[in-house]
């Protein structure tokens, strides 16, 4: 197991570092202090290193716009109706950053944040935990919010993320991380099975926000439960489908401590555990090969958002965070 770090950059006057752990496999994860962000997961083969997931062009690149990719995405991740949240009597408005609704913790989320970090190692894991300290008011946010992201190495190709929180104050809280794995790239997710054992998935509306609560996916193209491939969904004509350009869908999940998702090529397989009540899968839709991340077109990857699902209305209850009480998310990646 290796650890290394090294600075390479600023941001508003904080310094900028890249952190690599390495396992005794061959297996290198490379991570960002700007964002807690995921930046890389090279797998070794034959011929070399492999990404298994999207990145930008360079290290550089991840702080010069927004873009999400591999970020630690809070407060909220996701879109709240409205950018209002009633509670106990209170109004708390929050920043309009998409239309009428807040998205995805506002405009200077915690995915733009420059983290403090510590590095670890054992004889069978290497490990980096992020620290920040989101201010109160910050984006809207009541309460001061000290927040961790570890990200853990094993020797069994496991990578762990996990999340810990704790505010003074009562606040909202649904925090994932947002990488888009690419298992076969340069190739397109066109044929890479996606298995996820939920029963029902939430359609969306215009906005992108739930507006006829849980669904069964029987029947459906969204029922993953015996795996399908994504090009079989992604180019259908069906409404929900066309009307998002692709996957932006919230999936309940069964189990925490179970397989909540499988992706599968001919070459490579990952899977995930995690302790989120559901997973949101969304094929990169939006990208178009142009700009900043030039090298990224629509579908060339996907995200496995571990979270709270969207509400269709205006009941905020389960991504509520009360004062003193903690908060962990944890997410398990192995690939193989």
Request: aromatic share 8%; with cysteine.
């Amino acid at each position: 197991m290796d650890v290394s770090v090294e600075q390479y950059g600023q941001y508003q006057g904080h310094d900028l570092y890249e952190l690599t752990l390495t396992n005794d496999q061959g297996m290198v994860v490379k991570l960002l202090n700007y964002g807690a962000t995921l930046e890389k997961v090279l797998l070794p083969e034959a011929d070399g290193l492999h990404n298994m997931i999207l990145s930008l062009p360079s290290r550089e690149d991840y702080s010069k716009e927004r873009n999400f990719l591999g970020g630690t995405v809070g407060r909220i991740v996701g879109r709240i109706r409205g950018h209002v949240w009633q509670h106990g009597g209170v109004k708390v408005d929050l920043p309009m950053n998409e239309g009428n609704n807040h998205i995805h913790g506002g405009d200077d989320g915690l995915d733009r944040q420059v983290y403090n970090f510590r590095i670890e190692k054992t004889a069978t894991t290497a490990s980096a935990s992020f620290t920040f300290v989101d201010p109160d008011g910050h984006n809207g946010y009541p309460g001061n919010l000290k927040l961790q992201v570890t990200y853990t190495l094993t020797n069994a190709n496991a990578l762990q993320y996990r999340v810990d929180a704790l505010s003074d104050a009562e606040t909202l809280f649904n925090p994932t991380n947002h990488t888009y794995f690419a298992l076969d790239q340069p190739a397109t997710i066109d044929d890479t099975t996606l298995t996820i054992p939920a029963d029902d998935y939430k359609p969306l509306d215009a906005e992108h926000l739930p507006n006829q609560g849980w669904q069964p996916v029987s029947g459906t193209v969204f029922d993953f439960r015996q795996g399908q491939k994504l090009g079989d969904v992604i180019h259908t004509r069906a409404d929900q489908i066309t009307s998002e350009r692709g996957i932006n869908h919230p999936f309940l999940l069964k189990n925490g401590k179970t397989l909540a998702a499988k992706l599968q090529t001919a070459k490579h397989t990952m899977t995930l555990v995690t302790t989120a009540p559901s997973v949101v899968v969304y094929t990169a839709n939006h990208f178009d090969g142009t700009g900043l991340p030039h090298n990224i077109k629509q579908f060339d990857g996907v995200a496995l958002e571990c979270q709270f699902a969207p509400v269709s209305g205006d009941d905020l209850s389960a991504i509520t965070l009360l004062p003193g009480e903690p908060f962990t998310l944890a997410n398990t990646w192995t690939f193989e």
